[in-house]
């Protein structure tokens, strides 16, 4: 069910890609490119923080720890978009937008790993797989089988 490496992208050009090295969330872009999860966690208090979030709201430290999350959740909401946007977008179709509570704590905005126009539902397990953007890999939700969710593979 992955996508073929190298295969362009379903829903975004690959312009649109960012620039790793600069970007704040390189450690999840990295851990993405390992086909793994990385998401930031504050260094004090270890609760879980937005991407981006400079502050704690648990403790109020200014530091937080990259680590590799378990890429299993469930659908917090999700939504369906309907305004393509031309250059941006690649498809006309509508396209899914799923905010992700995942089973580190952390919440995710993604769309889905393969083009569908269906939205997921409310408490939908899902695994997050990635899609490729140009030369980065992005978090993608993969719809799975309740059973499927706490299988190791
Ligand atoms: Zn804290």
């Known amino acids: 069910m992955t996508a073929p490496q190298n295969a362009p992208d ?63 959740g469930t659908v917090h909401s999700s939504t369906v978009m309907h305004r393509a946007e031309p250059g941006l977008v690649r498809i006309d179709d509508p396209y899914p937008i799923i905010d992700v509570e995942l089973a580190s704590g952390h919440r995710l905005i993604m769309t889905t790993l393969e083009s569908t126009q269906l939205p997921l539902p409310i408490d939908a397990p899902v695994r997050v797989a990635f899609r490729n953007l140009g030369k980065i890999a992005v978090p993608a939700a993969q719809p799975t089988a309740p059973a499927e969710t706490e299988a190791s593979s």
Do not use: I, K
């Not at 793994?36 to 004090?44: A, D, H, I």
């Not at 430290?61 to 590799?68: D, F, G, I, Q, T």
């Open 10 to 72: 379903w829903l975004l050009h690959d312009e649109l890609s960012p620039d790793v090295d600069n970007d704040p969330l390189a450690p999840m872009y990295e851990g993405s490119a390992r086909g793994e999860l990385v998401l930031p966690f504050c260094t004090s208090c270890l609760l879980p923080l937005d991407l981006e979030q400079p502050v704690c709201d648990g403790c109020g430290s200014l530091e937080c720890v990259w680590r590799v999350v378990a890429p299993v």
